[in-house]
């Protein structure tokens, strides 16, 4: 089992920046890869960027890219979502997520991901 916790969700004005982690605890941190995901109100969830579990790959959707950093601090457990320029459309509620990759990392999938954390709620106003 792996427990996944976010915070660093919140308020804040278009343009402007936050700090997104998840802290992770149970089973080996690093030998997951790690996703984040969100789901605004009346939408299906989303893939919005994920990281391999030792740091060297990552991917975002299109429409974060530029504006988006995810990150892992392996010896803290912890994977990081730096979000700049922050549009309203941003809003929703983000969800960290930690992948086994038996056989193949599905980065994008939410459906590939083993454990999930409660989320944290962004909003954006414009």
């Known amino acids: 089992q792996v427990q996944l916790v976010e915070s660093g969700g919140g308020l804040v004005q278009a343009g402007g920046s936050l700090r997104l982690s998840c802290a992770a605890s149970g089973r080996t941190f690093s030998n997951y890869a790690m996703g984040w995901f969100r789901q605004a109100p009346g939408k299906e969830r989303e893939f919005v960027a994920a990281?391999?579990?030792?740091?060297?790959?990552?991917y975002y959707m299109d429409s974060v890219k530029g504006r988006f950093t995810i990150s892992r601090d392996n010896a803290k457990n912890t994977v990081y979502l730096q979000m700049n320029s922050l549009k309203p459309e941003d809003t929703a509620v983000y969800y960290c997520?930690?992948?086994?990759?038996?056989?193949?990392?599905?980065?994008?999938?939410?459906?590939?991901?083993?454990?999930w954390g409660q989320g944290t709620q962004v909003t954006v106003s414009s």
């Open positions: 990281i391999s579990w030792r740091g060297s790959n990552t």
């Open positions: 997520a930690a992948d086994q990759c038996r056989s193949y990392c599905y980065y994008d999938v939410s459906g590939a991901y083993d454990y």
